[in-house]
């Protein structure tokens, strides 16, 4: 993985902090599922599960994603293996397209888009905040009817 994206500009240039504000002032609502964050990611537990949602901004690959994470203070280890045998119904739930995910991420969701250009920043924290809504709702469907 390089450090710099496609228009050869770097990860670091990458201004997180204001993306992460802007989002948790667009949805506060957030704040309280927090299972952690970092400068590339917010955390979205699941505690019924022991599972967690990562939320995450990608700069120098041009997107932005979702993806079951790990977060061993909240109980999410083992993720991708736990829900591999739900895979199939988690996805079919959640109709993405081939595009749409990333090889080696378990479950993903991802969304191509200029991460640098603060004008995408609203739209990019609205749809990882719906993706992950769908997330949560995909699993709580399949999982609850074990």
Known sequence: MSEFDF???????FRHRGFWALFA???PQERATLAR???WFWQR??????LVLSMY????QNHVGVFFGRNEK???????SRLKPFQPAIEARLK?????SSQ????????????YAEDNWPAMSDWLVRECSRFEEAVTDVLGQK
């Open 37 to 39: 964050r970092g400068p």
């Open 57 to 60: 901004v990608a700069p120098a």
């Open 25 to 27: 002032e667009r949805h």
């Open 45 to 50: 537990g699941l505690p019924d599960f022991a």
């Open 104 to 115: 080696g991420l378990g479950i993903n969701s991802l969304w191509h888009v200029n991460c």
């Open 96 to 100: 993405l397209r081939p595009e749409q």
């Open 74 to 80: 909240f109980g999410a280890t083992d993720s991708w």
């Open 7 to 13: 228009g050869g500009r770097r990860a670091s240039e």
